[in-house]
Structures are given as structure tokens and as C-alpha cells.
């Protein structure tokens, strides 16, 4: 494996692999950035093709953290670390005490916590033997509510920009996926006087939706073509591909689904057609925002120490308006804008 040579090699500050045989324990951890505070990011547990794409998801997911820390205020960098195997076949609670021994043994530099094929009980056990994890469910409780506190502060900011006005009453937004996170931004949204369109493959959820919210229900391949004002998807990432971001008629997109971007030349589409993305990485930072506030990661900057969590949330909407202005200013699609001010941040 050509270490070197991963496309998604960034001047990564540190990365590490750690092993332990007896319980089959093969793990990478990624430190992209610790410039801003220690490196968070969550640990994903899955099978990979190869070493090389386990190595690459690393490399890129600590990547994007630091940028969603530097976006969100947060007195934290980036990290990622992925267990290669089928949590399925091979995760046990030796494997996550040795691991958690490894997190440990970096000393602080990275805190970690629940990912993909880990959950609030895995994380539990790693916090038996390290205490650099947040998001444990006593300390912290489910992000998603305040996920979801994250996104409406963002439509805030997209209704600010799109249609010139603070509230959101009147708008007709499509919610996709009404898991955790969508039920919730549903749920306010409905509470703030919004029309909803909801999908989801569950249609039980749906009927609920359509019960509680009044919401109109389409088909989950149909939502992001439907008449809409802003498209909101809460389900799957990958979602806006080139085909899809031709198709949409909202005048916006924005929603919690992490990657929502297939490819950047979606992306490029989207701001082509004068449909204002809103980078998922920071509409959908409530969670992580919340969980560092309550481990009380100090912060470097004294003015923040006392703020509330409203306080820490409401700066999504605040950092996201700066990146429509600067994103218009410079001609550029409010992804790139925001990839800018990231790199920034974390350079000064
Ligand atoms: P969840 O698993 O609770 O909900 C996902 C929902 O989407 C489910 O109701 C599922 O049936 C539905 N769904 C799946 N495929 C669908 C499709 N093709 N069309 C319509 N609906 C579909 O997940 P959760 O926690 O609500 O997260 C949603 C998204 O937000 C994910 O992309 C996640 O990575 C992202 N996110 C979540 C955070 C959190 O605090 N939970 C934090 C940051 C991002």
C-alpha cells in the first residue's frame, strides 16, 4: 500500500495504524488537524474492499472534520479513525477496550466517538478505558435533536438569502428521510408554519408525518423533483448526483445528510442553476456542537467559554450566511466557499 501516494493525503498531522491479534483488532487513526483543539471525530467500523480505501476513507472523513470544527467554532480539529473489519462478524468488547487503549495512549491529540457500525453502547466501552471520547449517552444524550436544532437555524440563513425573509412560515419544504434528525427538523418546521412534502422508505413514518404535520407525502425516488422551496434531505448521503441536481425545482437545498454531493461537478450544477446549497458539513453540525459542549472541551477563544448551547447553534446560521455572501462575492459555489474559510480558519 502506497502510503504517500492516497489522493486524499492532506499534510495529515499524524496518522496512525494500530493492531492487536488476540482480538483482530486492525485500526487506523487519521489526524488531519489539531491547529484548533484536539482532533474529533467518530470511529467507523466496516468491512473495507482494501487497506488503501480504509486508509482513504480515514484520510478524507479527518479531512472533512477539521473543516466542519474550524466552520462550527468549535475549539477542536479533525480526525477520523476507521476499524477495518465486519462489525458483524469480528466486534467484541476485548476488540473495543484494546482499541480504546490506543485512543488513550495518543494522549488527548484525538476524541472519538459513535460512527458508522458503532454505536452510544461501543462507545461506552472504549470510555471504560480512555476518558477521550465524547457523545456517551450520559453525557450527552442523542445528537440528533439538536442535529436538528442545527438545520432549522441553517434554513433560517437559506430563507434569509433565497426569499429575503426571517421566518419560515409559507415555505413548502420536502423532507426526506424522517429518521432522528428529519422527524425533528419536520417537526419544528411544521411548528414554525412551514408546508411540508415528506418521503421515506418506511411508509409508516410517512402515515405519521401526514397525521402529525399535515404533511403531503411523494414517492422517495419523486421528492427532489416535486414543487418545492427548499429540498431538505435527512436521509442518505450521495443524494444530489449530476442527474439529480438537473432535475431539482427547489430554489434550495439544504438538509443533515452528511455527503450530499456525489460528485463536486453536482455540485457546480446546482450553482449553476441558481439553486443555493447549503455544505452539509456545517447545517448538520449540531451534534458534534452539542457534544463537545458537553464534555466541555475548553475553549480557546474566552469569549465563547459561557455560551450557551442555543449560543453554539445558532452560529450555524450565522457562519452560513457568511458563506453565501462570500460565496456570491467570489463567484464560487457556497461548497467551495466554505472548503475556503475552512482552510483559512485553520491556518490562522
Ligand atoms: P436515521 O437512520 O435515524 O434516519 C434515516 C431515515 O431515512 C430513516 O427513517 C430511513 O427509513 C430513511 N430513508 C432511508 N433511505 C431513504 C430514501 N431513499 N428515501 C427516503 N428516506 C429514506 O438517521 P439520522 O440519524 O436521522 O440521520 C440522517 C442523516 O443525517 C444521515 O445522513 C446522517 O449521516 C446525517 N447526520 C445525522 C446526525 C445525527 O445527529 N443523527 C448528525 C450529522 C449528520
Known amino acids: 500500500m502506497e502510503f504517500w501516494a492516497s489522493q486524499e493525503f492532506d499534510q495529515h498531522e499524524q496518522v496512525g495504524l494500530f493492531s492487536d491479534p488476540s482480538s483482530s483488532l486492525r485500526a487506523i487513526i487519521a489526524i488531519h488537524s489539531t491547529a484548533l483543539g484536539p482532533a474529533v471525530g467518530g470511529t467507523r467500523f466496516k468491512a473495507y474492499s482494501s487497506d488503501a480505501a480504509a486508509l482513504d476513507d480515514a484520510l478524507r ?29 469480528i466486534k467484541s468488547r476485548d476488540l473495543l477496550l484494546a482499541y480504546g487503549r490506543f485512543v488513550d495512549r495518543l494522549g488527548g491529540l484525538f476524541m472519538t466517538g459513535e460512527d458508522v457500525g458503532t454505536d452510544l453502547v461501543d462507545v461506552e466501552t472504549i470510555a471504560e478505558v480512555t476518558k477521550h471520547v465524547g457523545g456517551t449517552s450520559s453525557a450527552v444524550g442523542d445528537p440528533s435533536v439538536h442535529t436538528a436544532a442545527g438545520v432549522i437555524h441553517g434554513l433560517h440563513a437559506v430563507a434569509e438569502r433565497r426569499f429575503g425573509r426571517t421566518d419560515l412560515a409559507g415555505l413548502t419544504v420536502g423532507v426526506q428521510g424522517l429518521g432522528a434528525v428529519g422527524w425533528d427538523v419536520a417537526r419544528r418546521l411544521h411548528e414554525a408554519g412551514a408546508k411540508l412534502v415528506v418521503s421515506d422508505i418506511a411508509a409508516e413514518r410517512v ?12 414517492p422517495t425516488e419523486m421528492i427532489h423533483r416535486a414543487k418545492l ?5 435527512c436521509a442518505l448521503g450521495g ?14 437545498v439544504a438538509g443533515a445528510a452528511n455527503n450530499q454531493l456525489a460528485t463536486s461537478r453536482a455540485g457546480k450544477i446546482l450553482a449553476e442553476r441558481d439553486i443555493l446549497f447549503a455544505p452539509d458539513y456545517l447545517i448538520n453540525a449540531g451534534g458534534i456542537i452539542s457534544g463537545l459542549h458537553a464534555a466541555s472541551v475548553p475553549s480557546r477563544l474566552a469569549a465563547d467559554e459561557n455560551d450557551s448551547l442555543g449560543a453554539k447553534l445558532l452560529k450555524i446560521r450565522h457562519r452560513l450566511t457568511e458563506i453565501f455572501e462570500q460565496a456570491a462575492q467570489n463567484g464560487l459555489p457556497p461548497e467551495v466557499a466554505a472548503e475556503d474559510l475552512a482552510r483559512s480558519l485553520i491556518k490562522r
Do not use: N
Open 239 to 252: 443524494i444530489i448526483t449530476e442527474q439529480s441536481a438537473a432535475e431539482i425545482q427547489a430554489a434550495a
Open 207 to 218: 402515515a405519521a408525518a401526514v397525521a402529525a404535520f399535515a404533511a403531503v407525502p411523494e
Open 229 to 233: 422551496d427548499i429540498f431538505t434531505p
Open 61 to 89: 472523513l479527518s479531512r472533512a472534520m477539521s473543516y466542519k470544527s474550524a466552520l462550527a467554532g468549535l475549539p477542536a480539529g479533525g480526525g477520523k479513525a476507521v476499524i477495518i473489519g465486519d462489525p458483524t462478524k
